[in-house]
Nanobody, 130 residues
Framework: QVQLVESGGGLVQAGGSLRLSCEASGGTFSAFTIKTLGWYRQAPGKQRELVADDSNDGMPRYADSVKGRFTISRDNAKKSVTLQMNSLKVEDTAVYYC?????????????????????WGQGTQVTVSS
């Protein structure tokens, strides 16, 4: 199983910046591929929502609420992803979770992965004060 370890987060004033980092570890990486790395967030009383992600077969995606302010960067060699958050707003306050979509069990006959699953980090708090 692939585990995700997050770092960064904290308390910042509105208009400030923070950087979140996430690194994948564990498993036998030759037996897996990480299809997507991304960040989700969950504010009190709200559902978890996508912030940004970067998949192998497409362009990075961003929630409309963070476009132009947040930037996701993926390092495939290090199996890591960062989220640079600028011009933070009070409404960005939430617990941020790193997410990986992992595919495993390469089938040589069909040239496809047999299964895939989601892995989640433990979450890191981001608090933006007014």
């Amino acid at each position: 199983q692939v585990q995700l370890v997050e770092s960064g987060g904290g308390l910042v004033q509105a208009g400030g910046s923070l950087r979140l980092s996430c690194e994948a570890s564990g498993g036998t990486f030759s037996a897996f591929t990480i299809k997507t790395l991304g960040w989700y967030r969950q504010a009190p009383g709200k559902q978890r929502e996508l912030v940004a992600d970067d998949s192998n077969d497409g362009m990075p995606r961003y929630a409309d609420s963070v476009k132009g302010r947040f930037t996701i960067s993926r390092d495939n060699a290090k199996k890591s992803v960062t989220l640079q958050m600028n011009s933070l707003k009070v409404e960005d306050t939430a617990v941020y979770y790193c997410n990986a979509v992992v595919a495993g069990g390469w089938d040589r006959a069909t040239l496809t992965w047999r299964y895939e699953y989601d892995s989640w980090g433990q979450g890191t708090q981001v608090t933006v004060s007014s």
